[in-house]
């Protein structure tokens, strides 16, 4: 269990970047946050876009994108040629789910801590083709990864398409082991798709040796690239059954020319990536990133149970958590008195300065704190002070 929180790494207090000082931001998993410097590698892009549009959308795009895919893949451990370039998870799941041709009797097999939109996504394409989708429950408060391996593993069948698995859950914070999932997959030859949109930057990834079909990723929440950066992976053998969710000129020339061009939109995030993920190799390095926000999360969700005097939902040793934690929160009649969860947010951003989400998790409203390198132990002592002072206050 971690005693004591991690050194801050040199020259990441929040001055260095563009979020607000003077509020406790405890939400990096959402959006992410950019430092100053990335803000400024968009900028240069963006200026150069209004003053050539056409050189700069088009023959510069061209140029640019085998350097961004090159570098994302670097970054994941996956072969460049298998990236599409994608504005986010969203648009990246879409893009697979409606191009499976999915049959009556099909199951796809998701997780109830499946992030809503795509929990969404996937009672739209059921609706609309007759497919079942089966949504296991992963009970908390879990206890090591195999509880929530064993639970969807046990929901496959003979019917079972496509199982779609957050490789670090958003509700809940849970870094699943997806490794022993994507296996048991391919040896009964289901597709599989790895949800890793908090995972680019919050884990080491090596895609390959992972080998799902599909792997998703953003690069705007702990990559801390520009938003609208975000990417699918497609294993060789399916590149050419997979579309676009946006259908444009590069139609039946293949995966990447399917995926380059999708329309006008501005690409400026996607050209931002390479700058961004070596200025942040060169400025903190990668792997210090990942193990402070790892560590620091560790200490903060032991202290807010500590504080809160609740049970954890998750191992106190932090083994199932990347750099984020959900925890309940204190006793205290918050469901009754605040109209929904998003009162309590807005409560807590407003009256508090503080910015953190509050989820509703059924039997109870969870917290979801992040830790990034602008977070320092007092955010979390700050949140711990507030969520208790609104209890009593009740
Ligand atoms: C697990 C998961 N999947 C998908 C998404 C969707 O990401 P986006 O809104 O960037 O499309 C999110 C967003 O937070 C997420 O947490």
């Given at each position: 269990m971690p005693l004591s929180p991690p050194d801050p790494l040199p020259n990441?207090?929040?001055?260095?970047?563009?979020l607000s000082p003077g509020q406790v931001y405890l939400n990096h998993g959402s959006f992410g946050a950019r430092p100053r410097a990335i803000h400024a590698i968009q900028d240069d892009i963006r200026v150069g876009n209004e003053a050539s549009p056409i050189d700069a959308l088009v023959d510069q795009m061209i140029e640019a994108l085998p350097a961004v895919k090159s570098s994302i893949g670097a970054f994941i451990g996956a072969d460049p040629d298998g990236i599409g370039m994608v504005q986010n998870a969203s648009e990246a799941i879409n893009s697979v789910v409606r191009s499976i041709e999915f049959e009556p009797d099909d199951e796809i097999v998701a997780t109830t801590h499946g992030y809503n939109a795509v929990l969404q996504l996937l009672r739209y394409v059921c609706h609309r083709t007759g497919a079942l989708l089966r949504e296991v429950p992963v009970e908390l408060p879990a206890h090591d990864a195999g509880d929530t391996v064993d639970s969807v593993l046990q929901a496959i069948n003979e019917r079972t398409r496509l199982v779609l698995i957050d490789h670090v859950t958003s509700p809940t914070a849970l870094h699943i082991d997806v490794t022993s999932i994507v296996q048991h997959c391919r040896q009964r030859g289901i597709d599989v798709l790895v949800d890793g949109a908090h995972a680019p930057g919050m884990l080491e990834l090596d895609v390959a040796a992972l080998g799902p079909t599909w792997y998703v990723g953003n690069l705007h929440k702990w990559v801390c690239a520009p938003i609208g950066a975000g990417f699918l992976w497609t294993d060789e053998s399916h590149r050419d059954r997979v579309h676009p969710a946006i259908i444009s000129h590069g139609y039946l020339d293949g995966y990447a020319a399917e995926f380059d061009w999708q329309g006008t939109r501005d690409m400026s995030a996607w050209r931002a990536v390479p700058a961004v993920i070596d200025w942040m190799e060169a400025r903190w390095g990668w792997s210090a990133i990942r193990a402070h926000n790892h560590a620091l999360a560790c200490w903060a969700h032991v202290h807010l149970v500590e504080a809160w005097g609740r049970d954890p939902l998750t191992p106190l040793s932090g083994e199932l958590l990347g750099s984020m934690a959900a925890l309940r929160l204190p006793e205290g009649p918050f469901e009754t008195h605040f109209d929904d969860h998003l009162a309590l947010q807005r409560h807590l951003r407003h009256e508090h300065g503080i910015e953190v989400p509050v989820m509703d998790w059924g039997d109870g409203w969870l917290i979801r704190v992040s830790a990034q390198l602008y977070n320092r132990p007092e955010d979390y002592v700050a949140l711990a002070h507030a969520v208790k002072s609104i209890a009593e206050s009740l």
């Open positions: 990441s207090d929040l001055s260095h970047w563009m």
